[in-house]
T-cell receptor
Framework: EAGVAQSPRYKIIEKRQSVAFWCNPISGHATLYWYQQILGQGPKLLIQFQNNGVVDDSQLPKDRFSAERLKGVDSTLKIQPAKLEDSAVYLC???????????????FGNGTRLTVT | TQLLEQSPQFLSIQEGENLTVYCNSSSVFSSLQWYRQEPGEGPVLLVTVVTGGEVKKLKRLTFQFGDARKDSSLHITAAQPGDTGLYLCAGGTNAGKSTFGDGTTLTVKP
């Protein structure tokens, strides 16, 4: 099966600019996640979608970050305006139902590496 | 907030040596996953454990879930350079949320 697709792979922007990331999950996967991974740390959940509804966005900095999942398939994550501390890898993951269960593991894309200068 | 602490943070060994890395928490999880992440790639699932005391083997890798489902260990026998990578543990809840530790960076030198 095709994996989770993310684009772009790399993005360099200046602070206060805006940026958007795109994710196409594995076909048929109902749950989609966006994680932020800062260098030297593990992934931190930003937002979780179940189909096209938000399940958990408690860790999403809503003053600058937004995300949507179009028709319960593709998703975009936007940052506006970007800050220096947003420099990180943004990982998208999907799972068949709710993740972290034995029968529904997370499948990750290769991420987008964002550098804010 | 459920926190997972992984140790050691960095580990550098010679090919053929054995090693164990640890994942500890004060919280109880419904499941625990181990992932390996290579540079420029996303984490890839190695194993999921769900039962307290469970032991799973994947070739030279042995995973153990603590009896109280709060901690886990990963043991690698006769490490190879291909085992090099970032090993992440993640605790899962019944709500479908995964919390990740900060990982152990393993380097196996030939």
């Amino acid at each position: 099966e095709a994996g989770v697709a993310q684009s772009p792979r790399y993005k360099i922007i200046e602070k206060r600019q805006s940026v958007a990331f795109w994710c196409n999950p594995i076909s048929g996967h109902a749950t989609l996640y966006w994680y932020q991974q800062i260098l030297g740390q593990g992934p931190k959940l930003l937002i979780q979608f179940q189909n096209n509804g938000v399940v958990d966005d408690s860790q999403l900095p809503k003053d600058r970050f937004s995300a949507e999942r179009l028709k319960g398939v593709d998703s975009t994550l936007k940052i506006q305006p970007a800050k220096l501390e947003d420099s990180a890898v943004y990982l998208c993951a999907s799972s068949l139902t709710g993740g972290s269960s034995y029968n529904s593991p997370l499948h990750f894309g290769n991420g987008t590496r964002l550098t804010v200068t | 907030t459920q926190l997972l602490e992984q140790s050691p943070q960095f580990l550098s060994i010679q090919e053929g040596e054995n090693l164990t890395v640890y994942c500890n928490s004060s919280s109880v999880f419904s499941s625990l996953q181990w992932y390996r992440q290579e540079p420029g790639e996303g984490p890839v699932l190695l194993v999921t454990v769900v039962t307290g005391g469970e032991v799973k083997k994947l070739k030279r890798l042995t995973f153990q879930f603590g009896d109280a489902r709060k901690d886990s260990s990963l043991h690698i026998t006769a490490a190879q350079p291909g085992d090099t990578g970032l090993y992440l543990c993640a605790g899962g809840t019944n709500a479908g949320k995964s919390t990740f530790g900060d990982g152990t960076t393993l380097t196996v030198k030939p």
